[in-house]
Structure formats: structure tokens, C-alpha cells
């Protein structure tokens, strides 16, 4: 399947406004290549030193992890179903148009193999120069 260019453009524009250096953004999609869910990765903003909160977090919730999670939240039932989705995940170049290799780290891959392993995921897209 081919992914269409309004996808990327919406994940795109959603990567540019994160607030991490370096900005992903990643989507779920149907079968039809329809965006369900989709956003970009960010700071999570955890108590530092008691009550006082940290301007900006130290910890990251990843693009692809950030749009799992709204997708279970939303759409359980989709997943109850027994449909597979696609992940598409992209990375940009801080202030420019281009996009970058968005290959995911680690932790990631280990989460989206269980994903693909119970058929929620089909497949994953990631962005390259
Ligand atoms: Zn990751």
C-alpha cells in the first residue's frame, strides 16, 4: 500500500510542533490508508523536587508509543475487532521540511513487534531523507 501524501503532510505538521529536539510523529491507519489516530512524541512533565514541576520533562513519550496509546484509549474496540492496522512514523528536521530516518529505538521495536506478533499491527512505515 502506498502511503498518501495528506498523511504525511498531516504527521508533518503535527512533528513540528513537538517539543523535543528531535521531532517524530506517527499515525495509525486502516486498511485504507485513513488516518485513525496520530500524534507526535513529547515531554512528559513529571514533579521534580517535590511539588515544584519541571519546565520542560526529561522523559519523552515516543511518537509511535504516543499513538498506541491514543488509539487504545479511543478505539479498544477496534483492536476486539481483529482488524490490523498500520503504523506509519516519521521524523523531521528541526525547522526545515525534510524528513529523516524515524527507524525506532529499542524499546520501541520490542512494543510494536508484540504488536504486529497479536496481528494488531500489519506494518510499519518509517521515514527516510
Ligand atoms: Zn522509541
Redesign the pocket.
Request: glycine share 6%.
Given at each position: 500500500m502506498r502511503i498518501g501524501n495528506s498523511v504525511i503532510q498531516k504527521l508533518t505538521n503535527l512533528a513540528k510542533k513537538s517539543d523535543v529536539r528531535s521531532q517524530h510523529a506517527a499515525a495509525i491507519l486502516d486498511n485504507k490508508g485513513k488516518i485513525i489516530v496520530s500524534a507526535s512524541n513529547y515531554h512528559l512533565h513529571k514533579p521534580y523536587m517535590g511539588a515544584i514541576w519541571k519546565p520542560e520533562g526529561e522523559y519523552t513519550i515516543?511518537a509511535?508509543?504516543a499513538a498506541y496509546m491514543k488509539f487504545i484509549q479511543k478505539y479498544r474496540h477496534l483492536v476486539k475487532a481483529g482488524k490490523s492496522y498500520i503504523m506509519v512514523v516519521i521524523r523531521i528536521q528541526r525547522g526545515g521540511e525534510k524528513c529523516l530516518h524515524s527507524k525506532?529505538?529499542k524499546?520501541?521495536t520490542q512494543k510494536i513487534n508484540k504488536l504486529i506478533k497479536k496481528k494488531v499491527i500489519s506494518k510499519v512505515y518509517y521515514s527516510v531523507p
Amino acid at each position: 500500500m502506498r502511503i498518501g501524501n495528506s498523511v504525511i503532510q498531516k504527521l508533518t505538521n503535527l512533528a513540528k510542533k513537538s517539543d523535543v529536539r528531535s521531532q517524530h510523529a506517527a499515525a495509525i491507519l486502516d486498511n485504507k490508508g485513513k488516518i485513525i489516530v496520530s500524534a507526535s512524541n513529547y515531554h512528559l512533565h513529571k514533579p521534580y523536587m517535590g511539588a515544584i514541576w519541571k519546565p520542560e520533562g526529561e522523559y519523552t513519550i515516543h511518537a509511535e508509543e504516543a499513538a498506541y496509546m491514543k488509539f487504545i484509549q479511543k478505539y479498544r474496540h477496534l483492536v476486539k475487532a481483529g482488524k490490523s492496522y498500520i503504523m506509519v512514523v516519521i521524523r523531521i528536521q528541526r525547522g526545515g521540511e525534510k524528513c529523516l530516518h524515524s527507524k525506532p529505538c529499542k524499546k520501541c521495536t520490542q512494543k510494536i513487534n508484540k504488536l504486529i506478533k497479536k496481528k494488531v499491527i500489519s506494518k510499519v512505515y518509517y521515514s527516510v531523507p
